[in-house]
């Protein structure tokens, strides 16, 4: 892992995996913290209905359903930081396994799954990235870090903190949103810190 932790591909991955996890999580963190409803479909029909039911019930609860959002946001935020990114790993792996778990298990979520599915495998990939770091949990001796690792560079930290700062004020200040507005711009912002890190 050490070797591989040294190409440039892998790192690459693995940087711009923590933006895009992070990045979703913000995204929708900020409609729970601010006590709005996630959902905006009927729940007068099958199967839908259902999972309408599910979040109205969530919602209701008020408290919790802001808990969410805030566990959400910090998870986002660390992992978007990159300096944090373990950590943010660490605590956004509960909560994304429960999002999978709760699309599985109820019917109308069509092929929504498969991308909860795919954001779980992204989580797991981070920390078998880390892995060697975070074997501590479980009473194992940690192998140090490389700190001449090209993810390391602050150039990553200033990218992520950009993107997490427009997410976090784009989603605060509206509730109607475009996602293809806020992807692209945080793709904007990505290739910009990708340019200024290969010239590092």
């Known amino acids: 892992m050490q070797s591989l932790k040294q190409k440039l591909l892998p790192q690459l991955i693995i940087i711009y995996t923590r933006y895009l996890l992070g990045g979703s ?4 963190s900020l409609i729970k913290i601010k006590g ?10 099958e199967p839908m209905g ?4 599910f979040f109205e019930t969530m919602y209701q609860t008020g408290m919790y359903w802001q808990f969410i959002g805030v566990a959400q946001l910090i998870a986002g935020f660390f992992l978007m930081t990159q300096r944090w990114s373990k ?12 999002i999978f778990i709760i699309t599985i298990s109820i019917p109308g979520f069509n092929y929504t799954p498969v991308i909860t599915g795919m954001m779980l495998f ?9 892995w060697d770091q975070l074997k501590f949990l479980f009473n194992l001796p940690p192998v140090p870090d490389s ?5 390391n560079a ?3 930290e200033v990218t992520g903190l950009a993107m997490f700062l427009f997410t976090f004020t784009y989603r605060l200040w509206t509730d109607s949103y475009d996602p293809i507005f806020w992807f692209g ?5 990505g290739i910009m810190g990708l340019v200024a890190g290969m010239k590092k």
Not at 25 to 28: D, R
């Open 154 to 156: 602050r150039t990553w």
């Open 25 to 28: 999580l913000v995204f929708a």
């Open 50 to 53: 259902t999972v309408f039911h």
């Open 185 to 189: 711009v945080c793709a904007m912002i």
């Open 147 to 151: 700190v001449n690792q090209f993810e």
């Open 36 to 45: 709005r409803r996630f959902t905006t479909f009927s729940g007068e029909n």
């Open 87 to 98: 950590l943010g790993a660490v605590i956004a792996f509960p909560i994304m396994l429960n």
């Open 122 to 130: 992204a989580n797991v990939l981070l920390i078998v990235w880390h």
